[in-house]
């Protein structure tokens, strides 16, 4: 149990296009959901918060006009990369919060954006 | 400031040999620590956490608090342990609703 899916798992797309990446808890809700961002051979950085039926919170340093963050239902959360830009191209993870045995984050598969 | 620290970015050692994946934190409050492991094409999960107390697949983790370390230990390690390992905290109480990363380590377990 406890699987969080993404889609598309990659994607390729023109500099001032627009991509949305979906984040899906398959088998549990998610009241909870989170956005990171991994550039090669380095860490996950937190990127957003997710809340169901709330605005998103960023952290630090993250455009929020940039990264669309939409947690319309408790197992989907969107994160739209409005303009983009060949910076934007990165690896981009989501994870959900549930309760197994305390709380814990369950991380999706990721997508690689590759913007030209 | 909240931060997690690996120094170690490759760590290689023989199969049946003792493994330690060294971190350290930085956080002034009363942090939860994780550990998270990324096999090769695999997503990252969740190893164990330091309120557990637990052994998963042979690995151990002890937080303490004194070094502010939480270094992940294995007496024997074995060619499937070969993963990106990455240490985690939290700050919120125990929540991960802020999970802090490190830079993680690779551990290679050679034949």
């Known amino acids: 149990g406890a699987v969080v899916s993404q889609h598309p798992s990659w994607v390729i797309c023109k500099s001032g296009t627009s991509v949305k990446i979906e984040c899906r808890s398959l088998?549990?809700?998610?009241?909870?959901m989170f956005w990171y961002r991994q550039f090669p051979k380095q860490s996950l950085m937190l990127m957003a918060t997710s809340n169901e039926g709330s605005k998103a919170t960023y952290e630090q340093g993250v455009e929020k006009d940039k990264f669309l963050i939409n947690h319309a239902s408790l197992t989907l959360s969107t994160l739209t990369v409005t303009s983009a830009h060949p910076e934007d191209s990165s690896f981009y993870i989501c994870s959900a919060r549930a309760y197994r045995g305390g709380e814990t984050q369950y991380f999706g598969p990721g997508t690689r954006l590759l913007v030209l | 400031a909240q931060r997690v620290t690996q120094p170690e970015k490759l760590l290689s050692v023989f199969k049946g040999a003792p493994v330690e994946l060294k971190c350290n934190y930085s956080?002034?409050?009363?942090?939860?620590l994780f550990w998270y492991v990324q096999y090769s094409r695999q997503r990252l999960q969740l190893l164990l956490r330091h309120i557990s107390r637990e052994s998963i697949k042979g690995f151990t983790a002890d937080l303490n608090k004194g070094e502010t370390s939480f270094h992940l230990k294995k007496p024997f390690a074995q060619e499937e342990d070969s993963a990106m390992y990455y240490c985690?905290?939290?700050?919120?109480?125990?929540?991960?609703?802020?999970?802090?990363f490190g830079k993680g380590t690779k551990l290679s377990v050679k034949p």
């Open positions: 956080y002034s409050g009363s942090p939860e």
């Open positions: 985690a905290l939290s700050g919120d109480g125990g929540s991960q609703g802020n999970l802090i």
């Open positions: 088998d549990f809700q998610a009241t909870t």
